[in-house]
Nanobody
Framework: QVQVVESGGGLVQAGGSLRLSCAAS????????LGWFRQAPGKEREFVAT????????YNSDSVKGRFTISRDNAKNTVYLQMNNLRPEDTALYYC?????????????????WGQGTQVTVSS
């Protein structure tokens, strides 16, 4: 079983930056694709970014392109989400997810392991 734990959330003003981290253990980390999703109050969970097993392929949602960057460090079993130029509409609970099949995916139901989430709040 894979354990996934997010960290790095917090309160930030609009225009600011945060870096989320996600540590995964219990399985060979470098075989997993990883993704970030988020859920705002009263809304469905939505895809944010994904990265394949090697880090050589990434994909972001249109809403965060040019502002968010997903990356991974397989030596540290960690994936990151660098978030710049944050907006109030980025406020949400951010989830990290792992996928046994190591290619990128935007679909929640294609991920096998989920963390509990870390809260990001952006004030205007």
């Amino acid at each position: 079983q894979v354990q996934v734990v997010e960290s790095g959330g917090g309160l930030v003003q609009a225009g600011g930056s945060l870096r989320l981290s996600c540590a995964a253990s219990g399985r060979t980390f470098n075989t997993l694709a990883l993704g970030w999703f988020r859920q705002a109050p009263g809304k469905e969970r939505e895809f944010v970014a994904t990265i394949n097993w090697s880090g050589g392929r990434t994909y972001n949602s249109d809403s965060v392109k040019g502002r968010f960057t997903i990356s991974r460090d397989n030596a540290k079993n960690t994936v990151y989400l660098q978030m710049n130029n944050l907006r109030p509409e980025d406020t949400a609970l951010y989830y990290c997810a792992g996928r046994k099949y190591g290619t990128t995916s935007t679909r929640e139901n294609e991920y096998d392991y989920w963390g509990q989430g870390t809260q990001v709040t952006v004030s205007s």
